[in-house]
């Protein structure tokens, strides 16, 4: 994990255009806006950068933020101001290679059009970002992802809203039959999000919600990050429990697909004519699961109405942390029939580590761990 967002970080530095990392650049930052920064009189060097164009750049922004000091800071303007900081670190991290002309042009038209500073910045970066970096934002799930990917999202948001499908399956009947990344939006979504689809198993039309395939991942994560999702769409992920909630919630009734693969590589599945996760204030219980078919068995009933469970936040019903006991984040009830967030192993276990891999226990027994899963979600409607 820790070396894909590496490779991912170092080739954003390399290929986007944006902002101020270098300690001696941070003083071109509002200090107000810019925690790194105590002295908002310093500009950039003359050396760097165009002197003209540049001054004319962070007189910009420097009066911006001084303007917007002088008045009172109510609940609104806060907020701004946050957003603005927030847009701002995103922007900062990758001034490695840019093009500080085109990126000036940008900010500049906005500044003639009467644009607020935030939509200065976002506009900038939207537009100076490219195919690749794009490409790069779309593979990366919740919290992995960088935080350009936010800037770039929100724009690409408000362009295609009207457009955009709510499912996989939604996907499939306007004539894609190709499985990979596509741009969905929910229901009970308030934008889209990329997802992973597959178009061809059991007829097509599924929405990847989980992947273990290799073990490049950690999954011994806590809350938020299994609230928000991470990982990386073209390898191992988890999409999130509250895009699990909106994609079940209200008239998005859904069905739900497990594959699991064992150490030979035998494939099993178990399959519900109807899943429903619950909302984050009940803790994102499994509300519905019901009508099981297949050939894996049915490991999962037995996890209804059961909160989800973390390293850091036990909402089970055993007087342990199941998911720090067993090293896995799962609906623990006490504790598990099932439970495919736990280690990745690929080798039998010595009696103390046993319970702590990918387990299913109606396919080779609770003790055996597995080698894959994957879970995907499909509306019935």
Known sequence: MFMHQSIYSLFFLQSCFCVLSSSENRGWLPAEI??????????PSSNSYDNQRTNYFWNQLQGDGIHKMKRSLDEPLKKELAEIKEQYMAVKEFLENY?????????????????????RISEAGYHHCGDQERAVCRTLVGVDKLPICKILEKNEAQENFSSTPRSCKDIQRSGQTVSGLYEIQPKMSQKPFTVLCDMQTKGGGWTHIHKRVDGSEDFYRGWREYKHGFGNLEGEFW???????????????????????????????????SF???PETAGYPIEKVSGYSGDAGDALTYHLE?????MDYDQDEDPNNCAKYWSGAWWHK????????????????????????????????????????????????
């Open 34 to 43: 810019d925690p790194f920064s105590q002295d908002t009189s310093q500009s």
């Open 334 to 381: 006490k504790c598990f029939k099932s439970s495919l967030n736990g280690k990745f192993v690929n080798v039998d276990l010595s009696s103390a580590n046993k319970y702590h891999g990918l387990h299913w226990e109606s396919f080779k027994g609770l003790e055996y761990c597995h080698a894959k899963a994957r879970m995907m979600l499909r509306p019935i409607n």
């Open 276 to 278: 429903k996760v619950g």
């Open 306 to 310: 059961s909160k989800f469970t973390t």
């Open 99 to 119: 093009n500080f002309e085109l990126l000036f042009d940008k900010y500049l038209e906005g500044a003639l059009n009467n644009k607020p500073m935030s939509s």
């Open 239 to 273: 999409i999130g429990l509250q895009k699990m909630h909106e994609l079940t919630s209200g008239s998005e009734v859904a069905e739900l697909l497990v594959e699991i693969v064992d150490r030979d590589n035998k494939t099993a599945y178990a399959r519900y004519n």
